[in-house]
Each structure stands twice: as structure tokens, then as C-alpha cells.
């Protein structure tokens, strides 16, 4: 059974920083790249960011071009989000997921994500 634990969520100042992390276990067929997306709250849900877990090719959104880097982990299924920077607008709930094919420039669209985890909250607030 396909797991998805996201973590690193947390109340962070302005300008501050956090690393999020994401493992995925349990999926018996190869997966190609992770993505993590965000519900801010009262707002639509965002895909942010992806990678391909092979090729290594990165997506960013506009919104947070610059100032977030994702990376691969040392296992294979698992990916850091690297926040810098963080802005009020950032706050919300994160997750992150798994998609099967090479959709990683359709990241924003999020249609490829096959499941996703419980999420993680980020508060950016002074």
C-alpha cells in the first residue's frame, strides 16, 4: 500500500527558513519523479514544485522561483523542499506525491499526482 509522509512544517518568521521532506513507500511499480503542492488556507491548492527522480529535471512556480530548491534524498524515495525567504503568502498546508509518468513540467497542474499524505503545516508570521 502506497505511503506518503510529509514533515517539516513549522511557525517560521518572515524571511525565515525550513526544509520539508517527503518518503514514499509501499509502491511496487516505479514512480518517476515527486512533487509537493500547497493549500493556503481559504485559497485554491498550488502545485509548486517537482522532480524527476531519474533525470533530476526541477519545476518551480512562478511564486516560488528564487527562493525554494527541491532535491533528491540520499534513498530513492525521497525528496527535500529547501524554503528560503518565506513570506506570509507561503503559509499553508504542504504535501507532497508521487506521479507515474514524465509530467514534471506539468507540476502545476497536479493531474499526475497519484496520492499524497497527510500534509504538513507552514505558518510564516512574525
Known amino acids: 500500500q502506497l505511503q506518503v509522509v510529509e514533515s517539516g512544517g513549522d511557525l517560521v518568521q518572515p524571511g525565515g527558513s525550513l526544509r520539508l521532506s517527503c518518503v514514499v513507500s509501499g509502491f511496487t511499480l516505479n514512480y518517476y519523479g515527486i512533487g509537493w503542492f500547497r493549500q493556503p488556507p481559504g485559497k485554491e491548492r498550488e502545485g509548486i514544485s517537482c522532480i524527476g527522480l531519474s533525470d533530476g529535471d526541477t519545476y518551480y512556480a512562478d511564486s516560488v522561483k528564487g527562493r525554494f530548491t527541491i532535491s533528491r534524498g540520499d534513498a530513492k524515495n525521497t525528496v527535500h523542499l529547501q524554503m528560503d525567504n518565506l513570506k506570509p503568502e507561503d503559509t499553508g498546508v504542504y504535501y507532497c506525491?508521487?506521479?507515474?509518468?514524465?509530467?514534471?513540467?506539468?507540476?502545476?497542474?497536479?493531474?499526475?499526482?497519484?496520492?499524497w499524505g497527510q500534509g504538513t503545516q507552514v505558518t510564516v508570521s512574525s
Open positions: 506525491a508521487p506521479y507515474g509518468i514524465a509530467a514534471t513540467m506539468r507540476c502545476a497542474e497536479q493531474t499526475d499526482f497519484i496520492s
